[in-house]
């Protein structure tokens, strides 16, 4: 491998997955404040209005989003398996594979967000002042989605290499780009939803066109002809890994989606407050996924060398990395959580009903970080299924039942909604819990088989 590349196989625990888990957070931050931007902006120089589109929009392109980033997620830990195993050669056909499956699904995601744009602000039930302006941005947005599902699938190749400097380069790029464009496009031109969009899409483009051009550069562990380009059996394999995820993540995303449209019925004041709060859980929630993502891919590669032992403790290693960090984040984000929505409205009933959701959702940084570490471990295990089923228990079982029946009491809070959110990453916790003692144990009966 290059020296670029980084061997997880050897060496301490705790130094080697800082190292490798900071350039992904610091990736993670700009990522939020490429989305957070939108918002800050359209918060100060657009309408409030504007806030909830933003809102609303977003959450439906995170679909997308998250759902592509998930199912990249099986690119990552192929890659990282074949690294682990010593087979370099294999990478160049899993890139191949990945470049036509991705190309294809961009086209058809493109054209159902143009399409489907109106119906889905309507299900979504934008407030009746943001639903032109919630159809805008996912037009806008579909219309670029190429850009937006390239800069996921290069950066999980990197991920899988052991490499996370290169994807914080290519999204600061991005954030870059965007800062410049919604400044240019909200501020300067006062274009509003579409200006946000704009800015958001012109990002992504820059950030793939100039990330290939580094890419050119780089000494990299692996050769790639042009024949790897095509739909191989490599296809399957990554795919297979990632699906679960991915459909987890749909489910997710949807649970999200229909806790925006609960929100969204207590009026303008709530939907554009939980938007602006939606931005800082985003940043609330950065260590949490910076540790899954590390964790899958130092997993995999000590699977792949048949280290199990030292992937039990960097799973370990990670959930105290993760609530360390949690516990100063809840603390402030529960107590100060109007300070942080004022950084992106100077509308006071904005800023309360944001600060009001954060109360509830605050706990979320510690308890994620432990759940996350579970499901990190069990990717980097090609368990993805397992991990499948527990986030659908999650989602239909706790988050979504308690969210509905706390946005239907009489002076419904949204401290009380956001609560659903920590409440069914317990119940996860509990059930991950039971399944590593279940795989454990098997694991101890093999062996002495």
């Known amino acids: 491998m290059s020296k670029e590349s980084g061997d997880f196989t050897s060496g301490r625990i705790f130094p080697k997955m800082i190292k490798f888990m900071l350039p992904i957070l610091g990736a993670l931050v700009l990522q939020a404040m490429y989305g957070a931007v939108d918002i800050l902006i359209v918060g100060w120089f657009g309408t409030k209005s504007g806030i909830s589109a933003v809102s609303t929009g977003s959450?439906?392109?995170?679909?997308?989003?998250?759902?592509?980033?998930?199912?990249?997620?099986?690119?990552?830990?192929?890659i990282g398996r074949y690294i682990g195993e010593k087979r370099e050669d294999k990478i160049g056909r899993v890139i191949g594979g990945a470049i036509c499956l991705f190309a294809v699904l961009s086209v058809i995601i493109a054209v159902f967000m143009l399409v489907f744009?109106?119906?889905?602000?309507?299900?979504?039930?934008?407030?009746?002042?943001?639903?032109?302006?919630?159809?805008?941005?996912?037009?806008?947005?579909?219309?670029g989605i190429f850009f937006i599902i390239a800069y996921n699938v290069i950066s999980?190749?990197?991920?899988?290499?052991?490499?996370?400097?290169?994807?914080l380069i290519f999204v600061a790029i991005a954030c870059v780009t965007n800062i410049v464009g919604d400044l240019v496009f909200v501020a300067g031109f006062n274009m509003n939803v579409a200006?946000?969009?704009?800015?958001?899409?012109?990002?992504?483009a820059v950030s793939v066109i100039l990330s290939l051009v580094i890419i050119r550069k780089q000494k990299l562990p692996f050769t790639m002809r042009k024949e790897d380009i095509c739909f191989n059996p490599e296809i399957k394999t990554f795919v297979i890994l990632g699906a679960p995820i991915a459909f987890q993540e749909v489910l997710t995303q949807f649970s999200f989606?229909?806790?925006?449209?609960?929100?969204?019925k207590l009026g303008i004041d709530a939907s554009s407050g939980y938007g602006v709060a939606n931005k800082i859980v985003s940043f609330i929630m950065l260590v949490p996924s910076s540790l899954m993502q590390s964790m899958s891919a130092f997993v995999a590669q000590n699977v792949g060398a048949g280290k199990e032992k030292r992937a039990r403790q960097a799973?370990?290693?990670?959930?105290?990395?993760?609530?360390?960090?949690?516990?100063?984040?809840?603390?402030?984000?529960?107590?100060?959580?109007?300070?942080l929505a004022s950084i992106f409205t100077n509308d006071a009933a904005v800023v309360e009903k944001a600060a009001e959701y954060l109360k509830g959702f605050a706990t979320e940084a510690v308890v994620t970080s432990v759940l996350f570490s579970f499901i990190g471990y069990f990717n980097g295990h090609s368990n993805t299924v397992f991990v499948m089923c527990q986030g659908i228990a999650q989602t239909f079982l706790v988050r979504l039942p308690m969210s509905y029946f706390m946005s239907i009491r009489k002076n419904?809070?949204?401290?009380?909604?956001?609560?659903?959110?920590?409440?069914?990453?317990?119940?996860?916790?509990?059930?991950?819990?039971?399944?590593?003692?279940?795989?454990i144990n098997k694991q101890k009966k093999n062996v002495k088989i």
């Open 59 to 78: 959450n439906i392109v995170n679909l997308i989003i998250f759902t592509i980033a998930g199912l990249s997620m099986g690119i990552t830990v192929l």
């Open 195 to 204: 200006g946000a969009a704009l800015a958001t899409v012109l990002a992504q």
């Open 315 to 339: 799973m370990v290693t990670g959930m105290c990395i993760g609530a360390v960090i949690g516990i100063f984040i809840t603390i402030f984000a529960f107590l100060r959580g109007d300070i």
């Open 412 to 439: 419904a809070s949204l401290m009380h909604i956001g609560l659903a959110a920590p409440s069914a990453t317990v119940f996860g916790i509990l059930i991950n819990v039971t399944f590593f003692i279940i795989y």
């Open 117 to 143: 744009a109106k119906g889905l602000a309507n299900l979504m039930q934008a407030p009746k002042e943001a639903v032109d302006l919630t159809v805008q941005y996912v037009r806008i947005c579909g219309g």
């Open 156 to 167: 999980s190749i990197f991920r899988g290499m052991g490499n996370a400097k290169l994807p």
């Open 257 to 264: 989606l229909a806790l925006c449209a609960f929100i969204n």
